[in-house]
């Protein structure tokens, strides 16, 4: 695991931006799976302006989700679904027969889960996530306790992330159960981003990438990935101790 902490935000958001590209450049073909929430957002945002002033062809990668919110339907502004259409597949024109997202309205959650698994195995793998940090260390919804090798799952969500959720929501949501990729994904990922920012970050970074590799802070995990980058701002490394 490779680890740089940012003059800012904006340096961070450039760099995710830049690696985002650079693959699109050496492998049109890339399957990419990008977290949505607040923290990518500028990286995307970038990365979209580059893609267009580039003319960046990304017509031919793939697109997987992450996660979903179960029972969120995807025109619900604060669905994954929505965020990933908004900031990335409509800026970049992104057909639909690209785009794999979890089906968060499925009444077979597991046949959702497989089909997910299958995609990713079709593919021949995930060549680069990024992903963010939950207030609780998870990663997706993989949350706490999470099976390290597991795949794509059906997850009751911690307290903590059914409240931290509502800031993605118009009005106050029920927020119960989740679907994700699974930390197997990010392990064989061929390349892993985690992106950080922010001081309410700092703690739960501290834990992840300094106390035990272990489920209980799921983010911790990325330590045994030979190819994943962390990149924070200062305030979110601002309590580590080996900067
Ligand atoms: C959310 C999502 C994750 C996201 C994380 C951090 O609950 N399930 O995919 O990466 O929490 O979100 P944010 O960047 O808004 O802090």
């Known amino acids: 695991m490779h680890l740089k902490i940012h003059e800012n935000y904006e340096s961070l958001s450039r760099q995710a931006a830049n690696e985002i590209i650079a693959l699109m450049k050496q492998k049109p073909e890339a399957v990419l799976c990008l977290a949505s929430g607040d923290t990518p957002r500028l990286a995307y945002s970038l990365?979209?302006?580059?893609?267009?002033?580039?003319?960046?062809?990304?017509?031919?990668c793939t697109f997987i989700g992450l996660d979903e919110w179960m029972g969120i339907p995807p025109d619900n502004e604060g669905s994954c679904h929505y965020f990933l259409r908004r900031h990335?597949?409509?800026?970049?024109?992104?057909?639909n027969d690209?785009?794999?997202?979890?089906?968060?309205?499925?009444?077979?959650?597991?046949?959702?889960?497989?089909?997910?698994?299958?995609?990713?195995?079709?593919?021949?793998?995930?060549?680069?996530?990024?992903?963010g940090i939950g207030?609780?260390?998870?990663?997706?919804?993989?949350?706490?306790?999470?099976?390290?090798?597991?795949?794509?799952?059906?997850?009751?969500?911690?307290?903590?992330?059914?409240?931290?959720?509502?800031?993605?929501?118009r009005e106050h949501?029920?927020?119960?159960?989740?679907?994700?990729?699974?930390?197997?994904?990010?392990?064989?990922?061929?390349?892993?981003i985690l992106v950080a920012n922010g001081t309410?970050?700092?703690?739960i970074i501290r834990k992840a990438l300094e106390e035990d590799v272990t489920p209980v802070v799921p983010a911790s995990l990325i330590?045994?990935?030979?190819?994943?980058?962390?990149?924070?701002?200062?305030?979110?490394?601002?309590?580590?101790t080996a900067k």
Do not use: W
């Open 98 to 131: 690209r785009i794999r997202l979890f089906d968060a309205l499925s009444t077979d959650q597991k046949g959702e889960c497989k089909k997910m698994d299958k995609t990713i195995i079709e593919k021949e793998g995930i060549d680069l996530m990024v992903v």
């Open 223 to 240: 330590r045994k990935h030979v190819n994943a980058y962390v990149m924070l701002d200062r305030e979110a490394g601002s309590l580590l």
């Open 47 to 60: 990365m979209t302006k580059m893609a267009k002033d580039e003319k960046i062809d990304f017509s031919r």
């Open 173 to 192: 949501t029920l927020l119960t159960s989740g679907i994700t990729l699974g930390l197997g994904h990010m392990q064989e990922a061929r390349k892993v």
């Open 135 to 169: 207030m609780n260390g998870h990663i997706g919804f993989n949350e706490p306790g999470a099976s390290v090798e597991g795949y794509s799952h059906v997850v009751d969500l911690d307290a903590a992330t059914r409240t931290v959720g509502q800031k993605y929501f």
């Open 200 to 203: 309410k970050k700092a703690d």
């Open 88 to 95: 990335i597949f409509e800026p970049l024109n992104i057909s």
